[in-house]
């Protein structure tokens, strides 16, 4: 398949009314995160400086339009690493 036919199957079969998620991240970020999704306002990605630094600037474009897609999120829930595999 080419990246056309590709991205076309995307289009016409992206939904997101059974999808779930798995997010990691810093607990200073995942309440401001959950709100975000919840709320359908942009949830940029955060790098490090060194990280982002060295970032093509077509990644921090995508990342920018990504940030503003909106899931229409219904619920959200924030785990606690040390409970995850009990």
């Known amino acids: 398949a080419t ?24 607990d200073s970020e995942a309440k401001a995160l959950a709100d975000s999704l919840i709320n359908n306002t942009p949830s940029p990605m955060s790098y490090s400086n060194l990280v982002k630094s060295g970032l093509p600037a077509e990644v921090l474009a995508e990342d920018d339009e ?5 899931l229409n999120v219904k619920k959200v829930t924030v785990v606690d690493s040390a409970d995850t595999f009990k």
């Open 66 to 70: 990504v940030a503003a897609y909106q």
């Open 3 to 26: 990246l056309d036919e590709v991205n076309q199957a995307i289009r016409k079969h992206w939904q997101t009314d059974n999808m779930f998620v798995t997010i990691v991240t810093d």
